[in-house]
């Protein structure tokens, strides 16, 4: 029985609830639109100091909720489906022959084994690394 791109994404699920990992993403856009849109109602309610007073505000308001930590299984499942293929392939290609188990199986395997799981681990840190570009928390 192959395993589907649900059964890994359990798997990684599993492993990063078992080792608590969160993730905060750097959405430095978000923080600009914040501090930009504060800075044009100001503008507009108070001419030019109310542009720096709203700016100021803004920028403020965009820095409290940058660094944001969410639970990374949150995170993996709300990844687009072409992301979580890639996620996958990328741990398929750790696990070789494994895959022929039933999910249940694999995940107690990978689980008691200190070398997959490390494995796995590193793959998962990885991409969410790279593809999502988030700030990890362990």
């Not at 022959?97 to 998962?124: F, P, R, Y």
Request: hydrophobic residues 50%.
């Amino acid at each position: 029985m192959a395993l589907q791109v649900d059964d890994i994404m359990r798997l990684c699920c599993e492993i990063s609830v078992h080792d608590q990992i969160e993730v905060a993403e750097k959405n430095i856009t978000k923080g600009a639109m914040i501090a930009g849109g504060g800075a044009f109602v100001g503008g507009l309610l108070g001419g030019p100091p109310g542009i720096a007073v709203g700016g100021a505000i803004g920028s403020l308001l965009g820095w409290l909720t940058s660094g944001q930590f969410k639970p990374l299984p949150q995170v993996l499942m709300e990844l687009p489906p072409a992301q979580q293929r890639k996620l996958c392939n990328a741990v398929v290609a750790i696990l070789g022959n494994l895959i022929l188990m039933e999910v249940a199986q694999l995940i107690t395997d990978v689980m008691n084994s200190a070398t997959l799981k490390q494995q796995v681990m590193a793959v998962l840190l990885s991409f969410i690394k790279k593809e999502l570009r988030v700030e990890v928390r362990y």
